[in-house]
């Protein structure tokens, strides 16, 4: 009988908190940017393909752990289209879709000033900074998709009907991502939740967002990205922060 309490007392408190709770209908799909012949951003002899297929690696282990049902994108050095990433999170039915990305700069003699950890969202934006960011991502991603069209894409950008929900979703992952690589590092720059015209998170009609996880243009920076530690203060924000998420929506849904 002492037994039998044991095992009932164990799997209510495994029920209850971390490990082992039962997240198995929560589908998170996680996209690793570029891959095979698109590299990303280099610099430093550093591949964001490589960077960031380290890191959703990472992230699909953790998610697993944490008991939610998970799908990377690519798990190999491949490239895919546009249509090819998203579709996965609409076939799966994810509740979320994160694509992982480096950021660089193209002004060399800024290299060591420009770097942090930035967030994005699919919305458009007159801010100058994001539009670029946005383009230098767009343009690997819409190599290989002839018969995309850019209109279907614009209007697909304003009628987003999830622009609110990824805002949300994007803010749970900035905040704990920061905090926790504050935690280990000093002078972790908070690049923020921004608003960005991103194709990859057109096609995904689901909370989505695109994480830029530090610059691979800035030298102290991309020394921490390619270490286990920083891989996983990222990750455990990430996971930290879609947990949250999820619970707030429960919750908002219970209401
Ligand atoms: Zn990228």
């Known amino acids: 009988m002492k037994v039998l309490w044991a095992v009932a007392a164990l799997f209510f408190v495994t029920g209850c908190i971390g ?14 940017g570029h891959g095979g012949d698109d590299s990303g951003a280099t610099a430093g002899n550093r591949y964001e393909k490589d960077l960031v297929l380290q890191i959703t690696k990472k992230l699909y282990k ?19 289209k546009l249509g090819q990433r998203t579709r996965m999170a ?6 979320v879709f994160i694509s992982i990305h480096a950021n660089a ?14 967030t994005y969202f699919l919305q458009k934006t007159r801010d100058a900074r994001s539009q670029r960011i946005a383009a230098r991502e767009n343009a690997s991603v819409l190599q290989g998709t002839d018969t995309l069209s850019k209109n279907v894409i614009i ?11 990824s805002h949300k979703l994007a803010i749970d992952v900035q905040r704990n991502m920061v905090k926790n690589l ?74």
Not at 19 to 32: E, T
Not at 62 to 68: K, N
Not at 202 to 212: C, F, K, N
Not at 224 to 236: A, G, M
Request: no cysteine; net charge neutral; charged share 30%.
């Open 19 to 32: 490990p082992g709770v039962d997240r198995s209908d929560l589908v998170v799909v996680i996209d690793a």
């Open 90 to 95: 609409d076939k799966k039915e994810a509740k």
């Open 182 to 255: 504050k935690s280990s590092y000093s002078g972790v720059k908070d690049g923020g939740v921004r608003p960005a015209p991103f194709y990859i998170l057109v096609g995904a009609s689901r909370p989505s967002i695109l994480v830029e996880v530090g610059y691979i243009t800035n030298p102290k920076e991309r020394e921490r990205l390619f270490t286990s530690n920083y891989q996983e203060k990222i990750v455990d924000g990430i996971v930290t922060g879609v947990g949250n998420y999820m619970d707030n929506r429960k919750k908002e849904i219970n209401l």
């Open 155 to 165: 209007d697909a950008v304003l009628n987003g009907p999830k622009i609110i929900e």
């Open 62 to 80: 953790e998610f697993r752990s944490q008991g939610f049902d998970v799908y990377l994108t690519r798990g190999s050095d491949k490239f895919l």
């Open 105 to 118: 700069i193209a002004n060399k003699s800024k290299f060591s000033q420009v770097e942090g950890v930035e």
